[in-house]
């Protein structure tokens, strides 16, 4: 095994987390490839991080259980005796909904997914660094991937965005406990995939909804994860790597608002 730290990225099969897990491994890093459901996506990202020369290892489990933050580091400590240098909390559900037509169900599977296993995520890595009595000069992190929304607010999507704004809060609090063994900051990227029942065409045109008018790359946003890492002094800060997305306000979802005023 080389001596490369390792990052544990969340959700690290598809999309953003591949692209994270990608970006770690050509800043010579090892990954740890956590997934739920996308077994062969996560062998993808792991032939993707070996292909860099660095080492991939696959943890599954499924972050809607309360006990997952404390499985899943132990399944860290486990493959590599260690805990994670930089835990990336990316994983999230993004379900339709609004704040008119909430469920009490949608509300809770999302805080317990977005919000509360990655918030626990990063108290159970500062637990094991007490009992380590480890001084960690900075080198250990937290980040939680957020959204633009929760700079931008519409009432789309309510579930989701209740549980990111709580996530974001979270993180200067969060940032606030867990110091001086672990920093915690935000990452909010803008969108960057087609999702749910967005068609390509809505997706062409709302991707250039920024200050920027072209779309967001997610490898700019797998870097800003890089940096933080890298960066000591980072803390309890949010990184917004959307191409200026969240100062372009909409009364509704980008999704929606392309989709209500169709190109003529
Ligand atoms: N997509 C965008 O344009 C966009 C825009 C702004 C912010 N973001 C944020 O960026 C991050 C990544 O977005 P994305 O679109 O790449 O994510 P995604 O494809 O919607 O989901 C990423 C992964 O989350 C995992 N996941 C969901 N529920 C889980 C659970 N209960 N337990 C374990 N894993 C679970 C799934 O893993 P399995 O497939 O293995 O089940 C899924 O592949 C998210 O935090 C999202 O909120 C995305």
Redesign the pocket.
Known sequence: MNTADWVLV????????REIAQAFAAAGWNVLC??????A??QDTQAAVQALGRECLLLH?????PD?AEALLQQCLALTGAAPRCIV??????EADDARTASADALLRHF???TA?PLLLGNALHRWLLEQKLATDGHYSVIH?????VHNLNPDYFS?TVS?LALERSVALQAQALAPLVRVCGL??????L?GPQTQDNFDQASRVNLLRQP?A?LD?ARCAVFIAGNASLNGCTLQA?NGQHLVPLARDVMFTIAENPRP
């Open positions: 969340t959700g690290a099969a598809h999309r953003l987390g956590h997934y739920r459901m996308s077994l996506g996560a489990a499924d972050l809607a259980q997952a909390n990316n994983a999230s559900i993004f317990q997914t977005n296993t991937v957020l959204d633009q929304k989701y990111k909010s990227p803008g969108l960057m995939y999702s967001i997610p946003v959307d």
